[in-house]
């Protein structure tokens, strides 16, 4: 998986943890994910600022983009 897609997956990961309540992958599963990702970052490829290793997520459902709220 590319980091563009690793990113777009963690924040529809996101979205439906945090805002529809209904996970699409178990916490063991989006821990490794998000590691991979600072991995990814760390190896030369930089963070972007919407990367989710630095966001801090909340309950307002307008910051995530509307590809993320397809299930």
């Given at each position: 998986?590319?980091?563009?897609?690793?990113?777009?997956?963690?924040?529809?990961?996101?979205?439906?943890?945090?805002?529809?309540?209904?996970?699409?992958?178990?916490?063991?599963?989006?821990?490794?994910?998000?590691?991979?990702?600072?991995?990814?970052?760390?190896s030369g490829v930089?963070?972007?600022?919407?990367?989710?290793?630095q966001m801090i997520?909340?309950?307002?459902?307008?910051?995530?983009?509307?590809?993320?709220?397809?299930?």
């Amino acid at each position: 998986m590319s980091k563009d897609e690793l990113k777009r997956y963690l924040i529809k990961c996101c979205y439906w943890y945090y805002v529809k309540c209904d996970p699409l992958i178990r916490d063991k599963v989006y821990d490794y994910k998000i590691y991979e990702l600072k991995e990814l970052e760390n190896s030369g490829v930089d963070a972007d600022r919407d990367s989710p290793t630095q966001m801090i997520w909340g309950d307002c459902e307008s910051q995530y983009p509307d590809w993320a709220k397809e299930k």
